[in-house]
T-cell receptor, first 114, second 111 residues
Framework: KAGVTQTPRYLIKTRGQQVTLSCSPI?????VSWYQQTPGQGLQFLFE???????NKGNFPGRFSGRQFSNSRSEMNVSTLELGDSALYLC?????????????FGPGTRLLVL | SQQGEEDPQALSIQEGENATMNCSYK?????LQWYRQNSGRGLVHLIL?????REKHSGRLRVTLDTSKKSSSLLITASRAADTASYFC???????????FGAGTILRVKS
């Protein structure tokens, strides 16, 4: 079974631009979560989608948004990029997203904002 | 914000030695998981322990959970150079459907 894939793997943007990251979950998984990882703040939860609905959202500004498609693939968008948005963005998938489930992580998208 | 602290922040040991990492968290939990991350890549699930369990084993891994102290420990026995990675504990956060991660312990195993 193929693992979680994320595209692109690396991205360089400038301040003020917007970016869209994509995540394809493991086949059959309906929950997709997004996390931001930075050296200063560590791993922080962005949002979680299940069956095209956002069920949970972390403490991030409205510039961070996401969506999930009917095939469970998910995208996240960051508008008006700031230098502090430079980070590794990880997505994870699981069957239902419950806390007792293993989360399967993708390799991440490394975003650099100049 | 992160759920809690991990201790130590970094650990350097020789191959064959045991490595112990500790994690503390702040709120009540249902489950606690440990993940490994190699060099800025994705996380790999290691083991899950439920709040009603006190100890769990998986291969060379041993996890303990003390809910009264809101803490957990991960023991890796007979460490190998390939165990070099960052290790994170994660708890199921309030509201469910998300993991709240600790700050992580960087483990270096020298051969």
């Amino acid at each position: 079974k193929a693992g979680v894939t994320q595209t692109p793997r690396y991205l360089i943007k400038t301040r003020g631009q917007q970016v869209t990251l994509s995540c394809s979950p493991i086949s059959g998984h309906r929950s997709v979560s997004w996390y931001q990882q930075t050296p200063g703040q560590g791993l922080q939860f962005l949002f979680e989608y299940f069956s095209e609905t956002q069920r949970n959202k972390g403490n991030f500004p409205g510039r961070f948004s996401g969506r999930q498609f009917s095939n469970s693939r998910s995208e996240m968008n960051v508008s008006t990029l700031e230098l502090g948005d430079s980070a590794l963005y990880l997505c994870a998938s699981s069957w239902t997203g419950q806390g007792y489930e293993t989360q399967y992580f993708g390799p991440g998208t490394r975003l650099l904002v100049l | 914000s992160q759920q809690g602290e991990e201790d130590p922040q970094a650990l350097s040991i020789q191959e064959g030695e045991n490595a112990t990492m500790n994690c503390s968290y702040k709120t009540s939990i249902n489950n606690l998981q440990w993940y490994r991350q190699n060099s800025g890549r994705g996380l790999v699930h290691l083991i899950l322990i439920r709040s009603n369990e006190r100890e769990k084993h998986s291969g060379r891994l041993r996890v303990t959970l003390d809910t009264s102290k809101k803490s957990s420990s991960l023991l890796i026995t007979a460490s190998r150079a390939a165990d070099t990675a960052s290790y994170f504990c994660a708890t199921d956060g309030i509201g469910g459907n998300k993991l709240v991660f600790g700050a992580g312990t960087i483990l270096r195993v020298k051969s």
